[in-house]
């Protein structure tokens, strides 16, 4: 037990002490050439790959860190001798990986120890895995690809439909199967080969396709392919098959006992299950019949080891002793509530313990205390090996909960008796110290430049340092790891910075002590001194280590204290269940602090610079004080950090310089309004965190200057026009291109004439620019406004200049009608206006230019300043130009003209246009519009004339085409046509008059006509003549038969034509027939109709249809068209539209029965869901049925039971009657009796004696009635008629059966056949039935009544309990009225005897050797009893003796022995009963 095998799983074996190096072997990972040295926290990590407890997101248990070869460690330690060595050595290690935890079977669930499970749970060690993974070849890789594409169908769906479809295959092969087993033939090559083919298609599919986790090798689908037509053949092929052979017996067990369990429900479980023959043929007395066994045997000593592993242990006394006392008494009383403990096992091999004494050392103190525990009960233990042959003994572990740090010795086990248990010779100590304990803290001593903040939940922040920082050594650390336990001790903290994670190993660092232990020597002796010295060295120490950190990136710095590890191998893993501390846990902001993590933020250094905007603007930029102009920039800025930013910067103006600063929340967009020139730097920025520095570059803004300008002008002379004609105007402008000058001109020879405002504009510094107006005068030019660029509303001027101008004459092109004329027509002519300016009279010169040919021509002595130029008349078609040239004043001054001239088109000739009228003219419905179709050629809007030929009004109609759809080269329209007739065209013009096509000048417009439909009334016949005549009538029909008349109906219009007509019914018992308000039901119907076509009446109800033909449409008119209701014809389109028929009632009849008393018989349906006959049945006594040899007597008893059976007709129809009548006798083939000449409206039946003279079922049902008229009722097909049989059913009629009643006796093979055999509980009473094969069986068992069902001839029943069992009547299931009493088959069923062997419990006594032992057994029956008891050996079962004790008389028996065993009774019987039955 001491012992342990190396290599063993992670938490029992796997580590080795620190003081014990030498026992470590390093095994290389093959594959790696490598030999790389790993620290200690890399080895230790290496050896635990799967711990139990929970390891946070950075713990370096969660795959491997590194790129360096996997490497195991095995120990093989005796753990004896390694306490030995440790104690020796004043350096106390694990011998084990469990050594790193608090205990190895310590019940401490959740603590963040590592390893806190028993050695049967925990994980085995990760395998070891080479550093670089085989490479798959392409074809290997392929080989594990499905054949479905992923692109077709992924792989999830592809497994979900291959399973769906093996699914469905499997239900519907187990439906195949059951409905062959239900079958009487159960066997079926065809569903044998049909599952063979459908099983081995599956599994090709399944081997083909390759679907990941569904892929199946070749041996494996061979080995599914014969599984399948195996499982076939048993199911489909084979009668008996192996499967039913097997799998019977065990369903009919688990049948069976879910009806017991059913029949056992109170009142409704009997009722439900009833006298089940499963229940019956798998029914089984209990095994409480015999009870009890007795055991005896002998115990030998007991042993005790504490610690048998040799493990340390350790505690987490800093969280213990800071509870308050009253949490600690809290949790020693309620064990419920009780924190996870450390727990030193105890072995125990022997009976149970009672009372456990152990020794405790104090470390602090070195004194040595006893203590007790004698409620052995409220340990926890583990229950290792049991021996039975033993007795009590058992191997055990219990669980000895400490609370204090030191060394625990086990003094004494003691059991219940008072005896002491063996312990363990010369064994160690067993050690606990402190757990290690570390926690994460803010260093207080931090430069005041880096801006560190420290918040809530572990955050902080910091801002980022420069290289300036590093070289002024600011690389303090911020955190600081404080660390508690047996030194030394190993510290791992996981660094990420900005998702780059690292491990930062605290194995070699000088820690910082924060206390030391001294002690005066003063109060103590030497002996204490020794003790305390011996045992310090296990005392937890407290020390400080400081994590250092540049801060060179900004980002986020996550430092998680992930594990500590002490000198004896018991490592802690930190998680967010340890006390609260400063900062947060795994999630950021949750609000769940611990002190195992911390998290500082690294913020970026924010900068400020000028936009990109700025970059590419014309600097420097200016300012104007125009308002159209900017009067202030908003120079864009860049900023980058965390807002708020507060951004600070300079203008500088000459010698003034101005210091201002703004506050920027958002980062989008930010700018700095400028509002007076001046050079602005940025001087710096700071943002919510950290302060920057600023770009250096520069940004000017300029006042721009207001423009001016000078004018000078000098004057145009022209000798022939009187003088100066206009000024030449010259500016030299000042400013930014462009320019714009205003100038406001005035005639002061028009004093109260408005001023002209005239806008020069400007590219150049230098313009010149003409003023020459059309009218004499003097003339006032004044310039008031100047505009540039920087200045674009103007800045006001003020200069004038005057000149004195002679006119020049001037000519244009007028309108007419606010048109010029740009039309004419080849052979007309055409006149354009001019307009003319100027002192006349004047001479005007014009071109013609047609065809690259030019015509000048010359006009003098124009007096007036309208002037008309003639043109034409135009003798080609085509364009003319007309262009101005030159025009001349009365004082010669000429002035030539530019750019004016009109564009003249002269056409051929007008439109051309023409009806397009169809062949037949141009047909229209009645009451709708009609279009004439008319086609045109020529320009639009076109006129067209045109009128109706003989309207005596001879009015002309008028209609104009614009341009709408173009045929061809012509324009398709429509003119409007007013009513049927002939219409001509008359003429048609645009500009010029056009032509009319002669051949299409005439169209005809028509109207169609509408549809009619009547009746036709050869065929029909109606009653009176002329006026007085009635409505035309079908030929009378009878009900049910064929009709062989129809109405035939007259039709015109365009076919096929859609005819509505409606049907009034007024039944045949209606009083107030043909009388339109007290209709019994009327109805819509449609009908579709060719050139010639019939109504067919309707012939289902009896009585009188009246048919109006209501509306009708056809090809043409679509709408329906409505009927005139008339019965008789009114024109050659108005006919007959309202005719009659009527339908007769059949004589229908019924057949009755009567007893020959008279009274009328009332007879039960037989059938449910099909028409069957009333039936009448009578109960013979058993042994009442006739031979062959007394036929008359047996017809003569029939004839004195026989009702009389009547024919009753039906008062529609009209007498006199004849009806047949089809019999089936019990026997023979059926007969058709004919009854005639039927006078009233009943008839009795006389049947003849060879039919009713059997017993039996006989049947006889109407087949065929009619009456004086004709009309027949057909009961049966005519085809059916001596076809049906009674015993397959018959529908309609009557039948009539003689039964006799049922018997029962008690069966051969059951005990109430033997009058001298009991009947005992278990056994089966069967009884023969006699009768027809269906019965109800009443019987009465306890006095409990009960009715059930029987449809086989041997009735059963199992006795299952003592009482009396009586069988009372038997009937007839399909007559329950016939029955049978019974009064001689009763019977007393008696109860199984029993025995209780020591109460009926199975005793386990341990005795001394030579002690004497009683067993009382206790029988229960009817005397006199025989039994048999045997002794059975413990180990091996074996009967050792056995005794038989017959005709005892007493209920109680005594054994006494002092032999070893097991004693029990196998057979009991009492005077009618026995157990086990024979």
Request: with cysteine; net charge neutral; hydrophobic share 35%.
């Amino acid at each position: 037990m001491s012992g342990r095998q190396s290599g063993g799983p992670v938490g029992s074996q796997g580590l080795t002490p620190v003081g014990s190096p030498n026992r470590i072997t390093r095994q290389q990972v093959p594959g790696n050439t490598e030999n790389t040295r790993s620290t200690f926290a890399e080895r230790v990590y290496q050896n635990t790959g799967r711990l139990p407890n929970g390891i946070g997101q950075f713990s370096p248990f969660n795959g491997p860190r590194t790129t360096q070869p996997t490497e195991r460690v095995t120990t093989s330690t005796n753990a004896t001798e390694g306490i030995r060595a440790q104690l020796s050595q004043r350096d106390l290690g694990a011998g084990s990986s469990a050594d790193v935890l608090a205990s190895a079977g310590s019940p401490r669930k959740k603590s963040g120890i590592i390893g806190n499970t028993s050695a049967a749970k925990r994980a085995p060690p990760p395998p070891a895995v080479s550093q670089q993974a085989p490479v798959k070849k392409n074809g290997a890789a392929k080989a594990h690809e499905s054949a479905i594409p992923t692109t077709v169908l992924d792989l999830p769906s592809q497994r979900m439909y291959a399973l769906a479809t093996l699914g469905f295959m499997a239900a519907w092969k187990l439906f195949n199967a059951l409905a062959l087993n239900m079958d009487a033939n159960r066997t079926s090559f065809y569903l044998f080969f049909k599952w063979c083919v459908l099983d081995t298609i599956i599994w090709y599919c399944g081997w083909r396709l390759h679907i990941p986790r569904l892929t199946l090798s070749t041996n494996v689908m061979y080995a599914l392919v014969a599984l399948s037509v195996f499982v076939n053949l048993n199911l489909f092929f084979l009668s008996e098959s192996v499967i039913t052979i097997a799998v019977k017996p065990m369903a009919i067990s688990i049948a069976s006992s879910w009806l017991r369990t059913i029949k056992g429900i109170p009142l409704l479980g009997p009722r439900l299950v009833g006298d089940s023959d499963l229940l019956i043929d798998s029914f089984e007395l209990d095994e409480e019949h015999i009870l009890g066994r007795h055991t005896i045997h002998v115990l030998p000593h007991s042993l005790t080891h504490m610690n048998p592993e040799s493990k340390s242990f350790c505690i987490d006394d800093v969280q213990m002793y800071a509870e308050p006392w009253y949490q600690r008494l809290a949790l020693g009383l309620f064990s419920h509530n009780h924190r996870p403990q450390t727990a030193i096992p105890i072995l125990v091999n022997g009976t149970h313990p009672e009372t456990i004494s152990y020794a405790y050392t104090s470390f602090e103190t070195g004194q040595r205390q006893l203590r007790t525990i004698k409620n052995t009960g409220a340990l926890q233990m583990e229950t290792n090996a049991v021996y039975p042959a033993l007795g009590n003994w058992v191997m055990a572990t219990y669980y000895l909960p400490v609370t204090e740090v030191g060394a625990y010795e086990i003094y004494s086990v003691k059991d219940r008796k008072g005896l002491e248990f063996r312990t363990a010779s010369q064994a160690p100590p067993t050690i606990v110290v402190a757990c290690p304990q570390a926690h994460l803290q803010w260093n207080g001593v931090v430069p005041e430049r880096d801006n560190f903040v420290v918040g809530g939940n572990g955050h902080a922040s910091i801002c980022q340092r420069t290289d300036q920082d590093q070289a002024d050594d600011l690389s303090s650390g911020l955190i600081q790891v404080v660390a508690r336990g047996y030194e030394p001790m190993e510290i791992s903290v996981v660094r990420l910075v900005n998702g780059d994670r690292e491990v930062i190993s605290l194995d070699g660092s000088q820690p910082q002590p924060l206390e030391s232990i001294q002690h005066s020597g003063s109060d103590m002796d030497a002996a204490q001194l020794a003790a305390i010295e011996k045992w310090s060295q296990y005392r937890a120490h407290s020390s400080v280590y400081t994590l250092s950190d540049t801060f060179l990136r900004p980002g986020e710095y996550v430092y998680k204290l992930e594990s500590i590890r002490d000198a004896a191998n018991h490592s802690v893993v930190m998680s967010n269940t340890g006390p609260k501390g400063m900062f947060d846990g795994d999630k950021a902001g949750s609000g769940k602090a611990t002190p195992y993590m911390a998290r500082v933020q690294v913020h970026r250094r924010p900068s400020v610079g000028w936009g990109d905007a700025l970059h590419i603007a014309e600097l420097p930029l200016r300012l104007s004080e125009d308002p159209a102009r900017k009067s202030e920039y908003a120079l864009p800025l860049r900023l980058s950090g965390t807002g708020p930013w507060i951004v600070r910067y300079e203008i500088v103006n000459g010698e003034q310089k101005i210091r201002m600063s703004k506050k920027f929340v958002d980062g989008a967009k930010p700018t700095i309004e400028a509002q007076q020139p001046g050079t602005y730097h940025l001087v710096d920025v700071s943002d919510s965190h950290c302060g920057g520095q600023a770009e250096k570059t520069n940004v000017t803004l300029e006042l721009a200057p207001k423009p001016h300008v000078n004018i000078t002008s000098a004057p145009i002379t022209a000798h022939e026009c009187g003088g100066e004609i206009g000024a030449l105007v010259d500016l030299e402008l000042m400013g930014r291109p462009p320019f714009a000058i205003y100038y406001r001109e005035r005639n002061l020879r028009f004093p109260n004439s408005r001023p002209i405002t005239r806008k020069v504009r400007s590219q150049q510094r230098r313009h010149s620019f003409k003023v020459m107006p059309e009218l004499a005068g003097t003339y006032e030019l004044e310039f008031f406004q100047l505009d540039d660029d920087n200045y674009p509303s103007g800045q006001p001027i003020s200069q004038t200049i005057t000149q004195e101008i002679h006119a020049q004459p001037s000519a244009k092109i007028d309108t007419v009608n606010g048109h010029i004329p740009t039309r004419a027509c080849m052979g007309e002519e055409l006149e354009l206006p001019v307009r003319l300016k100027g002192q006349g009279p004047w001479q005007l010169t014009y071109n013609v230019v047609y065809e690259n040919r030019r015509t000048a021509k010359t006009v003098t002595g124009i007096e007036d300043e309208s002037y008309t130029i003639a043109l034409g008349a135009f003798k080609q078609p085509g364009d003319y130009t007309v262009e101005l040239a030159q025009v001349k004043d009365g004082n010669q001054c000429a002035r030539d003209l530019i750019d004016v001239s009109t564009v003249i088109n002269v056409r051929e000739g007008g439109p051309r246009v023409g009806f397009q009228c169809p062949d037949n003219g141009v047909r229209v419905l009645d009451g709708e519009q009609a279009q004439i179709p008319i086609y045109v050629q020529g320009e639009f809007p076109v006129e067209v004339r045109y009128h109706k030929i003989g309207d005596a009004s001879k009015h002309v109609y008028t209609a104009t085409i614009k341009r709408n759809t173009y045929q061809g080269s012509s324009q398709v329209s429509s003119v409007m046509a007013f009513g049927p007739g002939e219409y001509e065209l008359v003429s048609a013009s645009d500009i010029c008059a056009g032509t009319i096509d002669q051949q299409s000048s005439r169209c005809s417009v028509i109207v169609e006509p509408k549809p009619s439909v009547w009746f036709v009334t050869d065929g029909l016949r109606r009653e009176g003549e002329g006026a007085d005549a009635g409505i035309w009538k079908l030929h009378e029909s009878c009900e049910g038969m064929a009709l062989q008349n129809t109405f035939e109906l007259g039709l015109q219009g365009s076919g096929p034509w859609k005819i509505e007509y409606q049907v009034e019914f007024w039944a045949a018992n209606n009083a107030r027939s043909g009388v339109p308000g007290f209709v019994d039901r009327t109805t819509t119907h449609t009908l579709v109709a060719m050139q010639t076509s019939t109504l067919k009446p309707e012939c289902c109800d009896p009585g009188l249809y009246r048919y109006t033909l209501l509306s009708v449409s056809d090809e043409r008119y679509q709408k329906p068209q409505q009927l005139l209701r008339t019965a008789q014809a009114i024109s050659s389109q108005v006919g007959v539209t309202v005719v009659e028929h009527m339908i007769t009632k059949s004589p229908f009849a019924e057949l009755r029965a009567y007893s020959p008393e008279g009274t009328a018989l009332e007879m039960q349906s037989r059938g449910a869901f099909r028409r069957q006959p009333p039936s009448i049945k009578y109960c013979l006594a058993p042994g009442q049925s006739r031979s062959d040899n007394e036929a008359q007597s047996w017809a003569k008893k029939l004839h004195e039971h026989l009702p009389v059976f009547r024919i009753e007709f039906a008062e529609s129809g009209q007498p006199p009657f004849q009806a047949w009548v089809e019999v089936f006798p019990a026997s023979g083939p059926s007969e058709v009796v004919h009854v005639s000449d039927i006078a009233g409206y009943s008839q009795p039946i006389i049947l003849p004696d060879h039919v009713a003279s059997q017993i039996g079922l006989y049947h006889m049902r109407l087949v065929k009635t009619k009456d004086a008229r004709g009309c027949e009722h057909q009961f049966v097909d005519p085809n059916e008629v001596g076809l049906g049989r009674p015993d397959k059913g018959i529908a309609g009629g009557i039948e009539i059966e003689y039964i006799e009643a049922p018997n029962a006796r008690p069966a051969s093979s059951s005990p109430a056949s033997d009058p001298t055999r009991n009947v005992c509980v278990g056994d089966v009473l069967a009884f023969d039935l006699r009768g027809l094969n269906s019965w109800n069986v009443e019987y009465e068992y306890n006095k409990l009544h009960r009715s059930i069902a029987v449809n086989k001839r041997l009735f059963r029943r199992i006795a299952d309990m003592p009482g009396n069992f009586t069988l009372q009547k038997v009937c007839h299931r399909s007559a329950n009225d016939c029955c049978s009493e019974f009064d001689d088959l009763s019977y007393t069923v008696h109860d199984i005897p029993r025995v209780r062997v020591s109460g009926g419990r199975d005793v386990y006594q341990d005795i001394l050797e030579g002690d004497m032992v009683d067993i009382r057994l206790e029988l229960k029956g009817t005397p006199p009893f025989t039994f048999t008891w045997q002794r059975r050996s413990i180990e091996s079962s074996k009967v050792l003796d056995s005794h038989t004790v017959k005709d005892l008389m007493e209920f109680e028996y005594t054994i006494s022995t002092a032999s070893e065993g097991t004693f029990e009774v196998t057979f009991i019987q009492d005077r009618y009963c026995q157990y086990p039955k024979a």
